[in-house]
């Protein structure tokens, strides 16, 4: 694992700056990609270094880690809406290469195998960022989900309801399911950016990092990665033994 504690910005920066290493040394990369908050400023960073022609995104292929189920690509809360705002139409990235669970699909099964067998078909994912809810979450898996889960359906709990109500006009308007990768997914990711900013998941980060591997923490399970680089600011950072 390396670990990089700094401030907002310097955390934003650096967090760019892996990825656009990662492009240049394999143009035709393969990205996992989140969403909320935390990423905006990385988002940020990554669309400068194209404008500053330091970087193309035009062989990359990119997979999100989750959509909402019952959320069209153009509302204003799904996550292809956020994707489109944030990154993708600030970047030279075709939209062929942007691939993305589809939470109004008919069968919702059948949309997660095949994201699936999409990941597979490009050789898996080369470098997968990733959030962190206050729970442990990591995409939209809950705690206790196992760690032998691929892409499926989940049943959001209420503090993540809750959580992401800030997004949306009320509480009541949040989907109750989603869609997403599944933990085995997420770890069978070549590299993983955990992305972490706050005093309010001080506690989490402590026990994601440096507490017991464990389903009831699904993000625990990141210390078992071989290649995690973890980027956290002061706040988040604040209740680690170090």
Same mark, same amino acid.
């Given at each position: 694992?390396?670990?990089?504690?700094?401030?907002?910005?310097?955390?934003?920066?650096?967090?760019?700056?892996?990825?656009?290493?990662?492009?240049?040394?394999?143009?035709?990369?393969?990205?996992?990609?989140?969403?909320?908050?935390?990423?905006?400023?990385?988002?940020? $960073?990554?669309?400068?270094?194209?404008?500053?022609?330091?970087?193309?995104?035009?062989?990359?292929?990119?997979? $999100?880690?989750?959509?909402?189920?019952?959320?069209?690509?153009?509302?204003?809360?799904?996550?292809?809406?956020?994707?489109?705002?944030?990154?993708?139409?600030?970047?030279?990235?075709?939209?062929? $290469?942007?691939?993305?669970?589809?939470?109004?699909?008919?069968?919702?099964?059948?949309?997660?195998?095949?994201?699936?067998e999409n990941i597979e078909n490009c050789g898996g994912i080369d470098l997968q960022l990733l959030g962190m809810g206050h729970n442990g979450h990591i995409g939209f898996n809950e705690p206790d989900t196992p760690f032998e889960?691929?892409?499926?359906?989940?049943?959001?709990?209420?503090?993540?309801?809750?959580?992401?109500?800030?997004?949306?006009?009320?509480?009541?308007?949040?989907?109750?399911?989603?869609?997403?990768?599944?933990?085995?997914?997420?770890?069978?990711?070549?590299?993983?950016?955990?992305?972490?900013?706050?005093?309010?998941?001080?506690?989490?980060?402590?026990?994601?990092?440096?507490?017991?591997?464990?389903?009831?923490?699904?993000?625990?399970?990141?210390?078992?990665?071989?290649?995690?680089?973890?980027?956290?600011?002061?706040?988040?950072?604040?209740?680690? $033994?170090?």
């Amino acid at each position: 694992m390396r670990l990089f504690i700094g401030t907002e910005e310097e955390c934003d920066r650096r967090a760019a700056l892996e990825v656009v290493k990662q492009i240049k040394s394999k143009p035709d990369s393969v990205l996992g990609l989140a969403t909320g908050s935390t990423p905006i400023g990385m988002y940020r $960073n990554m669309a400068q270094a194209y404008r500053d022609g330091e970087i193309s995104y035009s062989r990359v292929r990119t997979f $999100n880690l989750d959509e909402y189920v019952g959320l069209a690509k153009k509302h204003p809360c799904s996550y292809y809406y956020f994707m489109r705002e944030y990154l993708f139409k600030d970047i030279d990235i075709p939209a062929d $290469n942007i691939d993305f669970l589809d939470g109004t699909a008919s069968d919702l099964a059948q949309e997660c195998a095949r994201y699936e067998e999409n990941i597979e078909n490009c050789g898996g994912i080369d470098l997968q960022l990733l959030g962190m809810g206050h729970n442990g979450h990591i995409g939209f898996n809950e705690p206790d989900t196992p760690f032998e889960s691929l892409t499926h359906i989940v049943e959001l709990t209420e503090s993540t309801i809750k959580a992401n109500s800030r997004f949306f006009d009320s509480e009541e308007e949040v989907p109750r399911k989603a869609l997403t990768m599944g933990i085995k997914t997420i770890m069978h990711a070549k590299k993983i950016i955990f992305f972490v900013k706050g005093a309010a998941k001080a506690e989490v980060v402590r026990q994601v990092l440096q507490g017991p591997i464990t389903p009831k923490v699904p993000a625990s399970v990141l210390q078992l990665h071989p290649n995690l680089c973890v980027f956290l600011d002061h706040d988040a950072a604040s209740k680690l $033994n170090l």
